[in-house]
């Protein structure tokens, strides 16, 4: 079977509009990304390498993917999405040519973003991923770190990859010319869920009584996933009160937000 099926090539509209918030996370993001391939004349003149790879970390839930996804729509990017532990386990012996096959398609539709999610999966540091010696984990690796110091230059293709667990990733992938930015997405703050409340509310009919600031304050420590989980549960209660429901109101955002339970946990929180 051929490894190319896991790889999708795909356009998506995600704007940074769509994302709640994280402002800090997002500028950094376009000044990285989105100028230098916006301005290369600038970064020639001023002696400034574009970076060829960011790391994104932080707990689950929290617009690492959608970042990746902004990145590449706001940019007018093709965008590649693989998931490591895809790439890994299925194609066991296969899992090098895979890689491969990953970089020459990124290659061929640049100006490319290639997003690697759950990127531990293919670096776990040396010695940690069981076998040993020349592990397939090891030889991931290898291939990978060839294909970014490049044989053949990566022009206009950047990767972004994420992560939960950033202490596993092998530190050779960090190095300077490699995946050398690493960006905290952490949970959103007030000021973010408030916002995310807001895009979900555009698409929701609900009463007036429906106080974001107050929404906002009560899921401290939710992830923007369990905001709009909930956002969606609060439509569910108000169905099941009535099918005709006309709107959602503010009882059934705060039963939704009571049967939450937080799934982020603290130890995720830097
Ligand atoms: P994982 O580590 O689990 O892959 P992630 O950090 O990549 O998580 P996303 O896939 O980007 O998280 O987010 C999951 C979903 O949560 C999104 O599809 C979106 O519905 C919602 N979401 C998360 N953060 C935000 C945000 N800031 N604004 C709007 N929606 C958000």
Known sequence: PSAMREILLEVPKVYWSDIGGQQEIKQKL????????????????????????????????????????????????????????????????????????????????????VFFDEIDALTVKRGIGGEGGTSVADRVLSQLLNELD???????????????????????????????????????????????FK??????????????????????GCSGAEIVAICQEAALLAMDEDLEAQEVRMDHFFKAITCFAHRITPEMIE
């Open 30 to 113: 376009k000044e990285s990304i989105e100028w230098p391939l916006q301005h290369p004349e600038a970064f020639l003149r001023l002696g400034i390498r574009p970076p060829k790879g960011i790391l994104l970390y932080g707990p689950p839930g929290c617009s690492k993917t959608l970042m990746a996804k902004a990145l590449a729509t706001e940019a007018g990017l093709n965008f590649i999405a693989v998931k490591g532990p895809e790439l890994f386990s299925k194609w066991v012996g296969e899992s090098e040519k895979a890689v491969r096959e990953v970089f020459r398609k990124a290659r061929a539709a640049s100006p490319s973003i």
């Open 150 to 196: 490049g044989i053949e230059p990566l022009v206009n293709v950047t990767i972004v990859a994420a992560t939960n667990r950033p202490d596993i990733i092998d530190s050779a992938l960090l190095r300077p010319g490699r995946i050398d930015r690493v960006l905290y997405v952490g949970p959103p703050d007030l000021q973010s869920r408030r916002e995310i």
């Open 199 to 220: 895009i979900q509310l555009k698409k929701m009919s609900h009463a007036k009584d429906v106080n974001l600031e107050e929404l906002a304050i009560k899921t401290d």
